[in-house]
T-cell receptor, first 110, second 113 residues
Framework: DAKTTQPTSMDCAEGRAANLPCNHS???????VYWYRQIHSQGPQYIIH???NNETNEMASLIITEDRKSSTLILPHATLRDTAVYYC???????????FGPGTSLSVIP | DTGVSQNPRHKITKRGQNVTFRCDPI?????LYWYRQTLGQGPEFLTY????????KSRLLSDRFSAERPKGSFSTLEIQRTEQGDSAMYLC???????????FGPGTRLTVL
């Protein structure tokens, strides 16, 4: 599986956009980019995925660079409830298991 | 509630005792996964089932660990002769084969004294 690199921690002011970067320079052509988050004392929660095109859902937007070597998860209006660890994962289409890295700890500050 | 449920939520046991955890997946999901998470780390994959077949086991799953999914619905994870190093959060997730996204339960926190 391709490896990902994320910053260890980030802060974001409440109400502002949170932009979480992820590098995946060795991603293969058939591998998706997935994002999960884990709020303290809860199980991880699937957020969004993408292959080549940018994606948006009710939770977030995913921007993937044209060369697919990096991506950014955007939370457009961060709230205190978005404080969590965010995991960026790359994996083939029919993936069996999720390989989590250490993720980015996002703190949304009032 | 139609999400993934896990029981118990917390378990405290003495070293050397056996423990068993249960996971009830989302009803139509045919894949079920177990992960372990220690403090400050991301979850680590342990094993997964498609229906009742156990398709993969991590090398983290020593011979003291056994998982079953006898009827392709709920699953149990048993740890025999627990050790202090087994203290962790045990997470269960489910999905439809080939779908893009797993749904996690709240976890069972195990403390081995």
């Amino acid at each position: 599986d391709a490896k990902t690199t994320q910053p260890t921690s980030m802060d974001c002011a409440e109400g502002r956009a949170a932009n979480l970067p992820c590098n995946h320079s060795t991603i293969s052509g058939n591998e998706y980019v997935y994002w999960y988050r884990q709020i303290h004392s809860q199980g991880p929660q699937y957020i969004i995925h993408g292959l080549k095109n940018n994606e948006t859902n009710e939770m977030a937007s995913l921007i993937i660079t044209e060369d697919r070597k990096s991506s950014t998860l955007i939370l457009p209006h961060a709230t205190l409830r978005d404080t969590a660890v965010y995991y960026c994962i790359v994996s083939p289409v029919l993936y069996d298991k999720v390989i989590f890295g250490p993720g980015t700890s996002l703190s949304v500050i009032p | 509630d139609t999400g993934v449920s896990q029981n118990p939520r917390h378990k405290i046991t003495k070293r050397g005792q056996n423990v068993t955890f249960r996971c009830d997946p989302i009803s139509e999901h045919n894949r079920l996964y177990w992960y372990r998470q220690t403090l400050g780390q991301g979850p680590e994959f342990l094993t997964y089932f498609q229906n009742e077949a156990q398709l993969e086991k991590s090398r983290l799953l020593s011979d003291r660990f056994s998982a079953e999914r006898p009827k392709g619905s709920f699953s149990t994870l048993e740890i025999q002769r627990t050790e202090q190093g087994d203290s962790a959060m045990y997470l269960c997730a489910s999905s439809l084969a080939g779908s893009l996204g797993q749904y996690f339960g709240p976890g069972t926190r195990l403390t081995v004294l």
